[in-house]
Nanobody
Framework: QVHLVESGGGLVQAGGSLRLSCAASGRTFNSYTMGWFRQAPGLEREFVAAVSWNGGSRDYADSVKGRFTISRDNAKNTVYLQMNSLKPEDTAVYYC?????????????????WGQGTQVTVSS
């Protein structure tokens, strides 16, 4: 069982930065692939980024490549999403999620545990 709590969301101007954190409880955190997803109003939830259990592999949606960086600190049971050069279209509720294994990391349905989400609003 993994319990996830996101933090770090807020209101920022276009071009600004935010760092999201996702704190996990559970002894098996460091065996899970961790992902970040987002959902804008009226749209489906979409994949943003994922990091493998040891941080050795990372993947990003094309829309955030070069601007967002996912990382994890297994000693702190925390995964991060550094978001730079933010755009109004990045506005959404951001969720972290956990799943065993690297395969199918893009698929929402493959994630077993989800946080409650944190709002990110980027003003133009």
């Amino acid at each position: 069982q993994v319990h996830l709590v996101e933090s770090g969301g807020g209101l920022v101007q276009a071009g600004g930065s935010l760092r999201l954190s996702c704190a996990a409880s559970g002894r098996t955190f460091n065996s899970y692939t961790m992902g970040w997803f987002r959902q804008a109003p009226g749209l489906e939830r979409e994949f943003v980024a994922a990091v493998s259990w040891n941080g050795g592999s990372r993947d990003y949606a094309d829309s955030v490549k070069g601007r967002f960086t996912i990382s994890r600190d297994n000693a702190k049971n925390t995964v991060y999403l550094q978001m730079n050069s933010l755009k109004p279209e990045d506005t959404a509720v951001y969720y972290c999620a956990a799943r065993p294994g690297w395969r199918s990391r893009f698929s929402i349905s493959e994630y077993d545990y989800w946080g409650q989400g944190t709002q990110v609003t980027v003003s133009s």
